[in-house]
């Protein structure tokens, strides 16, 4: 089994607004991250795989420190389907 190495850094995420209304799991997939945290209503929240994304969340997720850029790009853009 292939590991990632490296350090791992915590961020906020730019979630594209289709996002909404999907499942954390499917951010993690698409993104090759785990979310951390969510921040809903100024109060930090653990969620759990299925819960949704809302329109005011902002996202915190674990990432290797080398894949930052492309976690970040692949939250900023929609979802794909398939």
Known sequence: MARATGTV???PLP??????G???RELEAATGSRVA???R???G???KADTAVQAEDTVYVA???GTVSDVTAAAAAAPQEG
């Not at 979630?15 to 909404?20: I, L």
Request: charged residues 10%.
């Open 9 to 11: 850094a915590i961020l």
């Open 15 to 20: 979630v594209h607004e289709e996002w909404v």
């Open 22 to 24: 999907r499942p954390i």
């Open 37 to 39: 945290f969510i921040v």
């Open 41 to 43: 209503f100024g109060t």
């Open 45 to 47: 929240v653990l969620p």
């Open 63 to 65: 990432a290797v420190s």
